[in-house]
């Protein structure tokens, strides 16, 4: 068969394709990141690359204007490679390593306001007990007194230290055992699994190793994948890397992503590529500690239901399909190799149970960080991802749900929205000549809006009258920043000479409206829920918010725009990525592992889709901050 | 006061053990609360929590049965004021009034009997004969009961001021379940006898409330207790208070006295007239409505305007799914594709008619469901839109193979393509764009 050679800049780098092999294929293959949220159907417009040279073949598409193909802008997933090839990867188009969601230590420097993560854990310090353990072992010699076989003899000599019921050992370990006990003189460390309620003896290594024993915990999210390196011997984090999730390029939700599995059989593509993605992650925090992969003796990993049947392969296509029933919400503990997650080869992989098809571990991981089900007050968990999912409840009982509110909030869907990350503005003000001032992240000239920055701006725009309660824009205005785009009014944040791209930052009034959709549906969730447990709103007395956007958003601004219920602010509290905290006790403690089946098994998951009054609620949520004066009274 | 599903939940075990069949106690616990579950699922509940939930469970409104067999009719159970709030659940009872002294009452019992309809797919019909004993004869009153049983098979209401002649009805038909009129302060002792000796429901009359919850009160502890209330004050706007208020009083305060089904007469008032009071009982709150007139037009509306307002608010309303033509259309009108959920059928069919361009709008079955949500579900996808396209029969109506996809749902287009051979066109994301679309493109 023939091929090409494709050069990619700004790389650099020279891919051979074969004749006919599509672009966006290639370039995935060659692992350059490429953003793709329709996982190359070519309806999303989203990988634009630029022909340098060469001949193209390739079909018309509405997402390119006249400009652009002037300059040679393609759809890469459009494009079947029938020539050699010289491309350029534009800016719009990458997957930049962003601002993305680590740990917490990063996420409080800018809301001092609000109680920090230190104090939310101390209310949940489970006892250290992880995972997988590494114990040295003095073996009493063997006599013919004291004749019991090796195996036994190690054992016993466990027993002293934790009382086991069941323990196991794999026939590879065994095989080992007699001559590897005697080279070592009988001292050696064992590393022991616990796999549910018995208990694995993992591997045995000469001499005292019981220092060298790590674990990684893992935030699987839809959109990023966030690691975590730690010290399994005392709790200590020793890094932390994030990451987008590679899954992106077959698609940016979880409907997408499961029609690809299903339909396209790309199971094994979307698996290998959160390996991958994971495997990397883990590689580079094990340089960074200079520790050995080896001595990763096991992974905990946390993330929506659809994530973790990605992960370990399963297919999820009947979570598409009512009744929504997923193949499995808890799963044992299995052997991280039988995934192709690289660690120590007989180490372990658990990943945190989940509720419902919508309702997944990461959420289950988020209830055990915020403490809700172990205080008597009633509290709200909402975690604003690329889904919002809600929880209610207290140490009795729990339910939540999963409201679509899409990702509006993340900067999708939305003509100028960006990810929270380099050059997304994320706050602004206005004056009362519409002049627009505003910060971005990294103090870059700016290149979008975040979701933080949107729900700001939207605050801005109501209170300087530019749009109206309903989010309509006013064009009887004196501005040239108000402007008619062919048939839909817009507002200009940034003029083009001041942004990196040159084009300039708008609204419009779509954005708007989605927006105010997106706020509406969670807004009508967390009523619902309050509704069909006769709950008034004000006994709520804690209202964390987790996820990647509640961070930078400003509480004022959020219950002026009518997504957060006015509730006195000192109820409100930022809980970072709570989901990453909770696997990281999962990993770290028995009785956080308890807890977390517990708390998975005592939730009641609400499809809101079939609640009598959704509809309603979120119909009067469609006003900012809502059609019902009387729900806001601090705003009035 | 019914219990909330938070109350309940306190008087379960909270093992979640799943054994009844909800995935958790608090789901039970909200199952119970809306009267969707019966506590007896529970295996593991104590006797106390039993008791204590059994005593709270009661129904603030009895449920009472006339009649046996499949023409009964049960009324009452309600658990709401308003239909949107969950749903309304046994539809008012129509009730035709007849005379002992009627000449024609055999062919009057035909014309009764006649009153049904079929109406989208289900049957509609009155529900009760009311017999009055105008003559004050036993045997005249015990031949018509004898006819009507041996012409129709709808249960009866025996109506007399005399006890006596009111046994005599009974003997014949206590087997039937009858309801007995009436009971009232200074009869009820007597009347309670009858309805205990011969099991039958028995309605109650009061000159206002308070004397009707004390009559009710006096009954039950006579041993009786399948009681339906009479609302007769005489004017229509006093019938309609009363109404309001056993309802609230019972649904509200749990006001047990008053928690019985209600019945209302409206008799020898002008044919519209009479229309317009029983629309409005039927929609406030009247278990049963007495009427005289027996046409068939006074009914087709009146059991139409009752199916509406018992339908289940809870499920999703749906358009039929077909080929809609909009406009004066063509074999060269466009063709749009969506789903039968029928908000999403009217803001696409509203904005099609918007832009005056004649098309066909062909709407696919997704049970109910807008776009995305049925793309989700996989309900709207590639196969079924393209079975669609094959059995409505819109090949046939139009020369062209072109079909315009909702935006939302571009994703399907290619293989809809591939799978349908029609050229696919992907519409706007928003039906507000469909105006202008339309006169964009090109058949």
């Known amino acids: 068969m023939k091929t090409y050679k494709v050069k990619v800049y700004p790389e650099n780098i020279e891919v051979i394709a074969k004749e006919g092999e599509n672009l966006l294929e290639l370039i995935r293959k060659s692992n ?98 992880p995972l997988t353990i590494k114990l040295f072992l003095n073996l009493p010699y063997p006599s013919i007194k004291d004749n019991k076989s090796d195996l036994e003899r190690i054992y016993r000599e466990i027993r002293r230290y934790y009382d086991f019921p069941i323990m196991q050992t794999g026939l590879s370990v065994i095989k080992q055992i007699g001559n590897l006990l005697r080279e070592a003189d009988w001292k050696v460390t064992v590393t022991l699994g616990m796999r549910n309620k018995t208990t694995e ?78 495997n990397a992650l883990i590689n580079s925090l094990a340089i960074e500690s200079n520790i050995k992969l080896n001595d990763i003796t096991s992974i905990v990993c946390a993330g929506n239901t659809t994530m973790t049947h990605l992960l370990l392969g399963i297919d999820p296509g009947y979570i598409r399909k009512e009744p929504y029933i997923p193949t499995v919400s808890f799963v044992p503990v299995i052997r991280a190799a039988e995934v192709g997650i690289k660690i120590n080869p007989r180490g372990l992989l658990a990943t945190l149970p989940s509720v419902a098809s919508y309702v997944g571990g990461d959420i289950v991981g988020g209830v055990l960080a915020s403490g809700i089900a172990e205080s008597e007050d009633l509290s709200i968990l909402i975690d604003m991802g690329t889904n919002g999912e809600i929880v209610l409840g207290n140490k009795d009982w729990l339910c939540s749900s999963a409201c679509s509110a899409g990702p509006a909030f993340e900067g999708s869907g939305i003509k100028c929205g960006m990810r929270a990350r380099n050059g997304a503005i994320e706050a602004t003000s206005i004056d009362k000549n519409f002049e627009v001032k505003y910060s971005v992240i990294g103090n870059t000239k700016p290149h979008g809006i975040c979701g933080s920055g949107l729900i700001d701006l939207l605050g801005e725009l109501l209170k300087s009258k530019v749009i109206d309660r309903r989010g309509r824009i006013n064009d009887n205005l004196s501005t040239d920043r108000i402007r008619d785009n062919r048939g839909c009014k817009e507002f200009v944040v940034v003029w083009g000479k001041d942004t990196d791209t040159g084009d300039d930052i708008v609204i419009t009034e779509d954005d708007i409206t989605n927006l105010i959709r997106a706020k509406a549906a969670i807004f009508a969730g967390t009523l619902i829920m309050l509704k069909k447990l006769d709950i008034p709103i004000d006994e709520v007395k804690h209202y964390y918010i987790a996820g990647a956007f509640g961070s930078h958003l400003d509480i004022e601004k959020a219950i002026f725009f009518g997504l957060l219920p006015d509730l006195p602010r000192n109820r409100f509290k930022f809980i970072g990525n709570s989901s990453l905290t909770g696997a990281r006790q999962y990993l770290l403690s028995e009785e956080a592992r308890d807890k977390c089946e517990s708390i998975a098994k005592k939730m009641t998951s609400f499809e809101l889709s079939v609640e009598p009054g959704y509809m309603e609620e979120y119909i009067s949520a469609l006003f900012l901050p809502h059609t019902d004066l009387e729900l806001f009274p601090s705003v009035k | 006061m019914a219990l909330t599903g938070l109350e309940i939940f306190k008087l379960l075990p909270k093992t979640n053990c799943g054994k009844c069949g909800s995935p958790t106690c608090l789901a039970f616990a ?15 509940i104590s006797n106390e929590a039993k008791a204590a939930l059994g005593a709270a469970s009661a129904p603030p409104i009895k449920l009472v049965t006339i009649g046996t067999g499949e023409n009964k009719l049960e009324i009452g159970n309600e658990t709401v004021l308003f239909r949107h709030e969950q749903t309304f659940y046994h539809p008012t009872g129509m009730a035709i009034l007849v005379e002992d002294t009627d000449s024609n009452l055999e062919s009057k019992i035909t014309e009764i009997n006649n009153l049904v309809f079929e109406r989208v797919g289900q049957i509609l019909k009155v529900n009760l004969i009311a017999l009055k004993n105008s003559s004050n004869d036993t045997s005249k009153f015990t031949n018509a009961v004898k006819i009507i049983i041996q012409n129709s098979k709808l249960p009866l209401i025996l109506i007399s001021d005399n006890l006596s002649i009111l046994e005599e009805g009974l003997k014949i038909t206590a087997s039937s379940k009858p309801l007995i009129y009436s009971a009232n302060s200074s009869n009820y002792e007597k009347m309670a006898n009858l309805a205990k000796q011969y099991n039958v429901p028995l309605v109650v009359s009061g000159e206002n409330l308070d004397e009707l919850a004390d009559l009710t009160q006096k009954i039950t502890s006579l041993g009786v207790s399948d009681l339906i209330l009479e609302v007769n004050k005489g004017d229509f706007l006093s019938n309609l208070t009363d109404l309001v208020q056993i309802r609230r009083l019972s649904l509200k305060k749990t006001f047990r006295p008053l928690g019985y089904p209600t019945l209302v ?5 002008p044919s519209y007239d009479e229309l317009f009071q029983v629309s409005v009982y039927i929609c406030k709150y009247a278990s049963i409505v007495i009427l005289s007139g027996i046409e068939l037009w006074k009914h087709l509306s009146l059991l139409t305007l009752r199916q509406n307002i018992y339908t289940d608010p809870q499920k999703p309303i749906q358009v039929e799914s077909k080929i809609y033509d909009i406009g004066a259309v063509s074999d060269n009108s466009p063709v749009l594709v969506t789903t039968n959920f029928s908000l999403t059928y009217s803001l696409v069919s509203g904005e099609v008619e918007a832009s005056r361009i004649p098309s066909y709008i062909i709407v696919v079955n997704t049970e109910g469901v807008s776009v995305l949500t049925a793309w989700a579900a996989d309900k709207f996808n590639a196969e079924i839109i393209t079975k669609y396209l094959k059995e409505s029969g819109i090949e046939n109506k139009v020369k062209h193979r072109k079909v315009i996809i909702p935006g939302g749902v ?5 293989k809809l393509q591939e799978l349908s051979n029609w050229e696919v066109l992907v519409g706007p994301r928003e039906a507000t764009g469909i105006p202008a679309f339309l006169k964009e493109i090109k058949i």
């Open chain 1, 32 to 129: 350059i990141p490429i953003n793709s949220v329709c996982g190359g159907e070519g309806v999303c417009g989203k990988c634009k690359v630029i022909v340098k040279s060469g001949k193209i073949d390739t079909e018309s598409t509405t997402h390119l204007g006249r400009s652009e193909i002037q300059k040679g802008y393609v759809l890469a997933c459009l494009v079947n490679i029938s020539s050699d090839l010289e491309i350029e990867i534009p800016l719009e188009s990458r997957l930049e390593e962003g601002q993305i969601l680590l740990g917490n230590e990063k996420l409080y420097s800018k809301v001092s306001d609000f109680v920090r993560t230190e104090s939310l854990e101390k209310k949940s310090i489970f006892k250290l007990f």
């Open chain 2, 30 to 44: 909200m199952r119970l609360a809306a009267k969707k579950a019966s506590i007896d699922e529970c295996p593991d």
């Open chain 2, 265 to 269: 007469k409206v008799l020898n008032t």
């Open chain 1, 201 to 278: 003896v993992i591997q045995l290594e000469k001499g005292d190793t019981s220092c060298n024993n790590f674990g990684v915990c893992v935030d699987i999210g839809t959109t990023t994948v966030v690691a975590e390196l730690v010290n399994l011997n005392n709790g200590e984090i020793l890094g932390v890397k994030g990451s987008y999730n590679k899954q992106i390029s077959y698609g940016s939700d979880v409907i997408s992503r499961i029609v690809y599995a299903t339909e396209k059989k790309g199971l094994d593509d979307l698996r290998n590529a959160i390996a991958e993605n994971i």
């Open chain 2, 410 to 414: 571009a994703v399907i287009s290619g």
